[in-house]
Each structure stands twice: as C-alpha cells, then as structure tokens.
T-cell receptor
Framework: GQNIDQPTEMTATEGAIVQINCTYQ??????LFWYQQHAGEAPTFLSY????GLEEKGRFSSFLSRSKGYSYLLLKELQMKDSASYLC???????????FGGGTRLMVKP | SQTIHQWPATLVQPVGSPLSLECTVE??????LYWYRQAAGRGLQLLFY??????ISSEVPQNLSASRPQDRQFILSSKKLLLSDSGFYLC????????????FGPGTRLTVT
C-alpha cells in the first residue's frame, strides 16, 4: 500500500517562516508534488521534486530526501493569503497516478 | 489552454437518488483524466482515471461509476446515492508527459441529505 503522512494543522505568524513536513512509504518513487488548496477551491500546483535537494520558487521552497522518504515545503515571509491546506502527493510508479496525503491546514495569524 | 469545466458547481440530492457529474476539458487531445473525491477537511481520494475514450480504471469499489463517451468528456455517475457520497468532487487532467503534474477543475460540491 501507499502511505503519506502530514501534520493535520499548523499555525504560524504573518511574516514568519513555516516548514510543512511530509513523509511517505510507497511501493516506488517517481516524483513528489506539493499543492496549495484554499477553502472551497481546487488544488493548485506549487512544486515538483524528483531528485534529492532543494527547489526554490519565490517565497516557496521544497526539499526532498529519497533515502529518508521525506519532503518539506518551506514558506517564507508568510502572508495572510497563505492560509490554506497544503497537499503532498507522490507518483509511486511509472504510471499516471498520484497518491495524496491528507493535507496540512495552515493558519496564518496577524 | 488547460481549462477544465465542471458542472454543476453545487448539488444537493436526497439519499437514493441518481447522480451525474460532468467534466469537459479544453486543449490537447487524448488527455489522461481523473475523478477525485475529497471529504470535508480530508485529502484527495482517487476514484477513477481514464487514458482514452471508453477506457476507465476504478481505484475504489463503491456505488459510483465513470464513463468517457468523448475524448474531452468524463462523467461520474451513481444509480443510488448514499450519505457517505457527500463531498467535493474534482476532475483533473494530466499536464503533458513531463513531470506528470495534474491540473484540477473547479469542483462540484455534493451534499446528500
């Protein structure tokens, strides 16, 4: 089976940095995705990692360690609009499917 | 354009009634398409995916079914809804053949009463 774990909820302060962790145990690995989902809306793509290391994209960065089955999403200079759920997803094999974690609901407070 | 249309946007249906949710996509032909369900405050559960007309794979046994009558049309159906079918239904398409990113439609919020 596929297992992807994320914290259920996190709270952070506007202007701060927050790290959202994701650990996975899957039958294989062919890439990891992070999505942002505001309440009542569809998920939108944030980042993709397939090799170990850090991928930076503006205020958001995503890190991957394949040997540890671990990724994190780093959000810098938090803004109120960053309050959302963040979904970690893994492509476990060479097929066309993604397996999603339960998501982390981030609340940014003034 | 990767635009995905879903309708209706919201739906309230009684237990035991039928269901039909429609998804249509624009852009490149023969896209891989997916139906997901998201219960309140939860992650995404893959229900069905399709790699072409008439080709449907089911991931979770349940009272739902899917069909793909046209290249850019994907339909989710049920003959008799259950209370547990309530949720946010999302249609998605695979974006290209590079990293296998999926792009999501706006979703349909279904409440079964």
């Amino acid at each position: 089976g596929q297992n992807i774990d994320q914290p259920t909820e996190m709270t952070a302060t506007e202007g701060a940095i927050v790290q959202i962790n994701c650990t996975y145990q899957t039958s294989g690995f062919n890439g990891l995705f992070w999505y942002q989902q505001h309440a009542g809306e569809a998920p939108t793509f944030l980042s993709y990692n397939v090799l170990d290391g850090l991928e930076e994209k503006g205020r958001f960065s995503s890190f991957l360690s394949r040997s540890k089955g671990y990724s994190y999403l780093l959000l810098k200079e938090l803004q109120m609009k960053d309050s959302a759920s963040y979904l970690c997803a893994v492509r476990p094999d060479a097929g066309n499917m993604l397996t999603f974690g339960g998501g982390t609901r981030l609340m940014v407070k003034p | 354009s990767q635009t995905i249309h879903q309708w209706p946007a919201t739906l309230v249906q009684p237990v035991g009634s039928p269901l039909s949710l429609e998804c249509t996509v624009e852009g490149t032909s023969n896209p891989n398409l997916y139906w997901y369900r998201q219960a309140a405050g939860r992650g995404l559960q893959l229900l069905f995916y399709s790699v072409g007309i008439g080709q449907i794979s089911s991931e979770v046994p349940q009272n739902l079914s899917a069909s793909r009558p046209q290249d850019r049309q994907f339909i989710l159906s049920s003959k008799k809804l259950l209370l547990s079918d309530s949720g946010f239904y999302l249609c998605a398409r695979q974006v290209g053949t590079g990293n296998y990113e999926q792009y999501f439609g706006p979703g349909t919020r279904l409440t079964v009463t």
